[in-house]
C-alpha cells in the first residue's frame, strides 16, 4: 500500500517536471538591452574614490551651512559673577573690565 | 549546445573577445555579455522569483565574470566557466533567501495534476508555479541540484562539474531533494 502510494507521487512528481520543461521562463523583458545596463554597472564600479567624495560634496556643504548658522547664532552667557569669572579662569578680560569698571 | 548546455558557438573568438575585454576593450566584454546573456538569463530564471531578481542574478554573474576575467585560462570553453559562474551565483542568492521563503503558503499544491496526454492536466505555467512553491521549501544545495538535474535535464556528471560538488554528493543531494519534493507536493499524510 505504502509503496504504491511511493509510485503514484513518483509518476505526480515527473509529471510536474515534464511539463514544467514545457514552459521555459520568459527572459524577453530582462534581455532586452541587458548588456548596456550591465556595462553601465561595470563603469559605475570602477569609479576611482574621488569620484564617490564628488557625490558627498553636497552634504559636506550643508553640513557646513548647518555648522556656520550653528556659530553665528551661538553666544554663551557671560557669568556675572566676578568669582565664577575668576574660578574659571578663562574669561581674564573681562573680569579685569568688571573690576576696573571699564 | 554543448553537454553543459552552453552555446559551443564560435569558442575561439569567444577567447578573443576575453583576451581584448582583459586590455581594457569594453566593447569586447559587451559582445561576451550578448552573445551569452540568453544562456544565463535563462538558467538563472529558474532559481529567481521575479524579473527584478532575474535582473540582479544575470547583472550579478557578469560582474562576477568581469572581476575574476583573469582567472579564465581559456582550457575549456568559455561558456562553461561562465555557466559553472551563473550557478554559484544562484545558488549564493537561494542560500541568502532561504529564511524568507519557509512561509510560503502551499495551498495551491493540493491542485491534482492530469495527464497531459488527456489534455485535462494544468497548464506547464501552473505546474512551473507548483514546483517553484515545493522547492522554495528545499534546502538550498537540494533545490539547485534538483533544478539542474531534473528541469534542465542535466546528468549527474555535469552537475558535479558546475557545482564542484562530487558526484555521490550530487546523488545523495537528488535524491533527498526528491524524497522531500514527494512529501510537500502529495501533503503530509506521510508522516
Known amino acids: 500500500m505504502n509503496d504504491k502510494r511511493h509510485d503514484r507521487r513518483d509518476v505526480e512528481l515527473d509529471r510536474y517536471f515534464a511539463l514544467a520543461r514545457l514552459a521555459p521562463p520568459d527572459i524577453s523583458g530582462v534581455e532586452r538591452n541587458f548588456e548596456t545596463r550591465v556595462m553601465a554597472r561595470i563603469r559605475e564600479s570602477r569609479e576611482p574614490w574621488y569620484a564617490w567624495a564628488w557625490r558627498l560634496a553636497p552634504v559636506f556643504l550643508a553640513l557646513v551651512f548647518l555648522l556656520a548658522g550653528w556659530s553665528i547664532s551661538y553666544s554663551p552667557a557671560h557669568p556675572a559673577d566676578p568669582v565664577t569669572m575668576l574660578a574659571s579662569g578663562t574669561q581674564e578680560v573681562a573680569l579685569l573690565e568688571n573690576l576696573t569698571g571699564d | 549546445m554543448c553537454a553543459l548546455g552552453v552555446s559551443m558557438a564560435e569558442p575561439s573568438e569567444d577567447a578573443d573577445l576575453v583576451r581584448s575585454a582583459i586590455a581594457g576593450d569594453d ?88 495527464d497531459s496526454s488527456t489534455g485535462n492536466g494544468p497548464s506547464a505555467q501552473l505546474a512551473r508555479m507548483i514546483l517553484d512553491q515545493a522547492m522554495s521549501r528545499l534546502k538550498p544545495e537540494d533545490r539547485l541540484v534538483i533544478t539542474l538535474f531534473e528541469l534542465e535535464d542535466r546528468s549527474v556528471r555535469e552537475v558535479a562539474e558546475l557545482t564542484g560538488w562530487s558526484e555521490s554528493r550530487v546523488k545523495v543531494r537528488a535524491f533527498r531533494a526528491r524524497q522531500a519534493l514527494k512529501r510537500h507536493i502529495g501533503g503530509d499524510d506521510e508522516r
Open chain 2, 27 to 114: 566593447e569586447a566584454f559587451a559582445e561576451l555579455v550578448r552573445r551569452h546573456k540568453g544562456t544565463v538569463l535563462r538558467s538563472a530564471a529558474r532559481f529567481a522569483r521575479n524579473p527584478a531578481e532575474l535582473e540582479d542574478l544575470g547583472q550579478e554573474t557578469f560582474l562576477r565574470v568581469y572581476r575574476d576575467l583573469r582567472s579564465f585560462r581559456g582550457e575549456a570553453p568559455f561558456g562553461h566557466w561562465l555557466s559553472r559562474i551563473t550557478v554559484h551565483v544562484c545558488y549564493d542568492a537561494l542560500r541568502k533567501r532561504r529564511r524568507e521563503e519557509k512561509d510560503v503558503s502551499l495551498e495551491v499544491l493540493a491542485t491534482p495534476v492530469a
